[in-house]
């Protein structure tokens, strides 16, 4: 059998090599003759198209890096669409439909362990699904095609990356490759929010601020609110806020020093970009994250340092006035002060729907809650009315029902991430890792009341993507345990 597959691997890859050859002359004629009837311009264009197909050959080959680049691409293409008129959504269903076809292709001449995806939190990721499909039937939706353009982000990457992570990223060292990309992505977020602040944003940005409307929401009395690559500064602030709780918990369990000041560096920079996006939710991240890793540490030294800077950062914004000169400074401070008055339209706008969705348990439909409902259907009740949370929105699209699926399925995960943090874990390293993943689960859950940044590019797929290596976690520690054994058992008798 063994015999067979090498030489079928063989057979394989000389055909591809024969196509790729064929494939590439074909290509170079077409362009000769696009050039010769059409223009050189026209033929420069067509003579990226060879590069595309290695590329997409190259791609469906190699799983592994076709994943990696969902979640590179996950990061940068909101803001790519600004200066590109293509679809974000569109561009992160063909790199999934990629992935699988990739997967697939592999499992023709490789063994491919489907069954590593099988866990816990499939299960969870399949019924929230099913419900978010059986939205389809409410009777109170008014609009199909709202599903259609939401639920991926809603439901289905939940479920695609709950499937993907486990079968790609199955090595403590795939966790780690990702940490470093996420790291050199959030320190590249804040160096663009930093030349909008320093240089002034460019003609793309600009049209987005004063012709599409972003200006009404980041031109304000309080400053310039910056956001970067991103949808918008409260999707940068909390990314960042998440970026600055995970890359700080991260350095402090490094053994290797330039990796504890690397990662510092990292969470340094991201706490910069959080200041910068004016973004007062977004600080419930950092706190909220700061306050379960003390929760979950079972770390004396980790427990006092996080209680003093937890403490004193709420005294620092609470209790007194040190830098209220700086428009950053006093616009997060204001985020403590209950007679704001943006809350207090925010609470206005909450009774209202909870009188509209009394006699609604399954809601109004997925897509059809807050301004982007107006799309589809412009007339209706809720898409006057700003949903202004992620949950009053899970709430208002798939009801009291489906918030109370909602929550009980990231309750269940952050408790379970918890449980086996301080209970089963036992690499110090991959411990540290898995508890700074749940802190920033856990603040952007909190942060998520004030936002609806829970499932938006590239937050969304981040989390779920932090979400999957919780519970797969114990398998890493397993490998780290096998790999410490193997070494003992080549150790040298003293």
Known sequence: MIGFMKRYTFFTDNVNRWLIGILLVVCIYAIFLINLQVGWIYGLVASF????????FWILKKPYWSYALLFIVNYIISGVTRYIPIQGGIVMDVL?????????IKSTYESVQWKRCLNSLLLLALIWLIYCVLELF????????????TARSVAIYF????????????????LKKVLFAWSLLTLLAVLKALGQKVLGFDPAENYWLYVSGG?????IYSGTRFFSFFTDAANFG????MSMIVFTIVAYHQNKKWAKIYFLIVALAAGYGLLISGTRSALAVPFAGLAMYILISKNNKAITGGLIVLIGAFIFLNFTYIGQGNQYIRRMRSAFNSEDASFQVRLSNQAKIKTYMADKPFGVGIGLGGGKAKRYAPNAFMSQIPTDSWFVMIWVETGIVGLLIHLSIQLFIVVYGAYICMFKIKNKELKGITSALIAGIFGMLVSSYGNEIFTQLPNGIVICMCQAFIFIALKYDKELENIDQTKSNYELPA
């Open 49 to 56: 198209f060879p590069i595309l197909l290695f590329f997409v």
């Open 96 to 104: 999934i439909v990629l992935t699988f076809i990739s997967l697939i």
């Open 138 to 149: 409410n009777p109170e939706v008014v609009s199909r095609v709202a599903w259609v353009a």
């Open 159 to 174: 479920f695609v990356v709950a499937v993907l992570t486990p079968i790609i990223f199955y090595k403590f060292k795939d």
């Open 215 to 219: 200006a009404t929401t980041h031109i």
């Open 238 to 241: 909390s990314g960042m806020g």
